[in-house]
């Protein structure tokens, strides 16, 4: 019944002649597991979760199907599936270790939990990106956290076009870099954001997909937050000023005065050495 269990948790189908020795029992319900966590496609850092990060990620959990969630992440889980079926899982989830003292009303108790570490763990790569975007959208003024990479790169537009740098400010490679991409028309929220950013920020230096560990995380979080801030210092925008004011309606006029293809010349030219 347990091995059963672990297929329809899993979301696999009991295949319609299982061989009723339990060796060969195991060995079809370790396959099919293992089948199933790698068509997952977690990422490799997930092995190295901690039980108070799963927790902040699914609080709602109940202590036992978080550790039997954890006990599922860990680097061997594929390759060492057998042992995690008969014994470790089990334990995990509440069951004694001898098999023999397990009784029908606990084994149906620790599949339900099982079956909710499974369907955590399908989720895990959608939930560990949102909160990763939650955690960049709170670095640049939002009330809101954005719900979306794309949410995010729209709103870390509207957070640039507060500020100007100039070619010559003195900015540190990361400030540059995160000022010059979010100036881009580029709609891959995704791409821009989770894989060619980190993998330039010198703290980070690797896509969101090639992290070796979730604290790589902390570091992006930090890089971002630093550049960020040094936008801010250079680049708020104070009052002109008399002279100022005065220049942009004398520059106002003049534009006013030549033909559209002329015009559009200024414009991209104004552009492009301000890099706006």
């Known amino acids: 019944m347990w091995l059963m269990g672990i297929l329809h948790a899993s979301g696999r189908g009991v295949p319609a002649n299982l061989p009723h020795e339990r060796q060969r029992l195991t060995n079809v319900v370790a396959t099919e597991l293992s089948t199933w966590l790698r068509e997952q496609q977690l990422p490799a850092f997930v092995a ?3 039980s108070d990060e799963v927790a902040g990620i699914y609080p709602q959990a109940d202590p036992q199907t ?3 969630l954890i006990s599922l992440l860990r680097r061997d889980a594929i390759t060492a599936t057998r042992m995690l079926i008969s014994q470790d899982v089990p334990i995990a989830l509440g069951l004694d270790a001898n098999a023999a003292l397990w009784i029908e009303d606990d084994v149906e108790a620790a599949i339900e939990h099982l079956d909710s570490a499974c369907r955590l763990i399908a989720s895990l790569p959608c939930d560990l990106r949102k909160r990763l975007i ?3 959208s709170q670095i640049f003024g939002s009330d809101t956290a954005s719900a979306t990479s794309a949410d995010l790169l729209t709103q870390m537009r509207n957070w640039r076009a507060a500020y100007v740098i100039l070619p ?3 900015l540190s490679p990361d400030a540059r870099l995160l000022y010059d991409s979010l100036g881009g028309g580029e709609d891959d929220a995704d791409g821009l954001l989770l894989q060619r950013l ?4 010198n703290d980070v230096r690797a896509a969101y997909n090639n992290w070796s560990h979730w604290s790589t995380r902390e570091s992006y979080l930090t890089a971002l937050h630093a550049a960020a801030g040094e936008i801010v210092e250079h680049g708020t925008v104070g ?3 008399d002279r100022a004011d005065a220049l942009w309606r004398e520059f106002r006029e003049r534009l006013g005065a030549l033909g559209d293809d002329e015009q559009r010349w200024i414009v991209k030219t104004f552009r492009d050495e301000f890099q706006q």
């Open 198 to 201: 980190p993998a330039r920020i």
């Open 239 to 241: 009052p002109g000023g």
């Open 66 to 68: 978080l550790t039997a």
């Open 134 to 136: 939650r955690e960049m």
């Open 168 to 170: 010559d400010d003195p």
């Open 48 to 50: 190295d979760l901690s």
